[in-house]
């Protein structure tokens, strides 16, 4: 195989560079015996080499003519550059090696397409905002507009079963039992008199109780204890120093698990640049991720990110749907967006009818009571 291939691959038939042949090691080879029982073997290996052979011949010799006619140079490395030889060698290599055209994956219906099955518009757009041709003439939505677009069961509260608000202020949560309660449900609770937790009723630990309770559930894999834990070293609360490597350790294990909130933290701490090394790319990455689980704030902050970028369209629908989630501010930008002719008025009335409806899902009178009590 290698007799046959060499004076292809060095040269073959171009007079410039006969003197590159066969070496006597290889040479010697052709006097070597082989044995009867394979011989049937190497008859048919050598015929099938034969025709390879005298196709890439072929080819390689009609690429080494044209390129002559052509008049493809290459400089010759000594001190006077005078003199140039044609650049066999690569012309041949990149011919019986051709290198693969370049794959992208469409956001939309999240096929490897080749580089021409974009338009120029579309190629400078990352993955996950990027759609092929196909796909911008059917209509078809990117993926990271068709996730995320309701909250998750774990959003809820667990006592009530209503999505839990927003504003991070108008909720608890409980180290006992890794639960996020709202701030309705603590005031009937304290209304019966229950001091405990108002879902597992376990009484309220101490500082020193409660890391070690936490500590050990992140022992067990728990990805809830990691984000609390992971907070706790980040503000360098419950006693514990300030420790940002150990916090974006304890966040990455959580989002292997699952846990969006710790794709947004992350996403945060990428994108602000003051604990971490800034990296917008990750900081996107991590927001993607998060909104794709029903992270609201991580939606916003994407369409924040893609209006900056210039891609107001993108930026529109982020906010879209994170306005019928209940994102305030997404829905200013909504209106914003309208004032400045980059919305229309369906898209207005639609994101404000949105607003509402999920302002009223997370309603309740015990939620109303308490929020006025602590106003």
Request: glycine residues 6%; contains cysteine.
């Amino acid at each position: 195989w290698v007799e046959k291939r060499w004076p292809l691959l060095l040269g073959g038939a171009d007079p410039e560079i006969t003197a590159l042949r066969m070496p006597p090691v290889l040479e010697a080879t052709r006097a070597m015996p082989r044995a009867a029982s394979n011989r049937n073997l190497f008859l048919r290996r050598e015929q099938h080499a034969d025709r390879i052979q005298a196709t890439q011949e072929g080819k390689a010799n009609s690429h080494i003519k044209a390129a002559s006619e052509h008049q493809v140079w290459a400089p010759r490395h000594n001190a006077d550059n005078e003199r140039r030889e044609p650049w066999h060698l690569l012309l041949l290599t990149s011919r019986l090696f051709p290198v693969r055209d370049i794959m992208k994956i469409c956001g939309a219906c999240v096929r490897e397409l080749p580089d021409g099955s974009y338009s120029v518009e579309q190629r400078r757009l990352r993955q996950s905002i990027r759609r092929c041709e196909e796909c911008v003439a059917a209509g078809n939505q990117l993926v990271l507009m068709k996730e995320g677009r309701t909250r998750s069961e774990a959003d809820d509260c667990p006592i009530c079963q209503l999505p839990l608000p927003l504003d991070p202020r108008q909720s608890s949560f409980n180290v006992c039992c890794m639960k996020k309660v709202c701030d309705g449900c603590i005031l009937a609770a304290e209304k019966r008199g229950m001091d405990d937790c108002p879902f597992c009723r376990a009484p309220t630990p101490d500082e020193s109780q409660t890391l070690a309770m936490v500590r050990k559930r992140v022992d067990k894999g728990d990805p809830v204890a990691m984000l609390f834990l992971g907070n706790q070293y980040m503000h360098g609360r419950h006693g514990l120093e300030k420790d940002v490597t150990r916090a974006v350790e304890l966040y990455e294990r959580a989002t292997e698990l699952g846990v969006k909130e710790a794709h947004y933290n992350l996403g945060i701490l990428y994108m602000m640049g003051t604990d971490v090394e800034k990296d917008m790319a990750k900081a996107i990455r991590h927001f993607e991720a998060a909104a794709m689980g029903g992270h609201v704030p991580a939606r916003h902050n994407l369409g924040c990110m893609e209006y900056n970028a210039g891609n107001t369209a993108i930026a529109l629908q982020h906010w879209m749907i994170a306005a019928k989630l209940g994102h305030e501010k997404s829905l200013n930008n909504v209106k914003i967006s309208f004032m400045d002719g980059l919305a229309t008025k369906a898209d207005y009335a639609a994101a404000l009818r949105g607003y509402q409806k999920a302002i009223d899902e997370m309603s309740s009178l015990d939620r109303e009571e308490a929020k006025a009590l602590l106003a």
